[in-house]
């Protein structure tokens, strides 16, 4: 007996007919990244060139450039976790971001967005645990870094922080929140000279 399932949206789909939509999203997926990795990388070059004002575009592309999955389905799980951030439904969040997961292990951006929610909703350990992972798939990824370094303030790890805090204006000179939370680590006497 062949077994199908029910994909809301989309109505039955048979076994077989998931087998090719799962073999469709690799081979998007796989055909995607060579460009974006361009536009990030040319991104990444301008934010240690441009000043302050200019800085907060180009970072929003940059964003916008990690955010594209090259799938329609993909992005629509990305913006309906994020949707569900928004409205404070952490578990409907991490549902949606573990689905755009499954489809799409190797999207740095889906785990990205799951460790904000389950950040949210105080789950710091599967938080750093896809950080981490986020980070191995895009390590230029200076918001994830943040996240990092936002998680060892609250677990009390300030060397960890202020390093996370430090790389991420490394790569982002103008990043505001890491430079904030770099002076509250001094005031607190971590990284200061004796």
């Given at each position: ?25 690799v ?24 000043d ?11 964003e ?8 329609t ?15 404070g ?41 896809d ?64």
């Amino acid at each position: 007996m062949r077994r199908a399932c029910y994909i809301p949206n989309m109505g039955i789909i048979s076994h077989n007919s998931k087998r090719i939509v799962a073999a469709t999203l690799v081979v998007v997926m796989n055909s995607l990244p060579l460009g974006a990795q361009t536009a990030a990388a040319d991104l990444l070059g301008q934010l240690k060139q441009v000043d302050e004002s200019e800085a907060i575009k180009v970072e929003r592309a940059l964003e916008l450039e990690w955010s594209k999955s090259g799938s329609t389905a993909l992005d629509l799980l990305l913006r309906r976790g994020r949707d569900a951030m928004k409205e404070g439904e952490f578990p409907k969040a991490i549902e949606h971001f573990t689905a755009l997961i499954d489809h799409a292990p190797d999207f740095a951006e889906g785990y990205h967005a799951r460790a904000t929610a389950f950040y949210s909703a105080g789950r710091f350990g599967p938080s750093i645990a896809d950080l981490q992972r986020a980070l191995e798939l895009n390590p230029d990824n200076f918001n994830a870094i943040f996240g990092l370094g936002v998680i060892f303030v609250e677990i009390d790890d300030l060397q960890r922080a202020q390093s996370a805090f430090q790389s991420v204006l490394d790569l982002h000179p103008h990043h505001q929140d890491a430079t904030d939370a770099l002076k509250r680590l001094e005031r607190e006497g971590i990284g200061r000279a004796l």
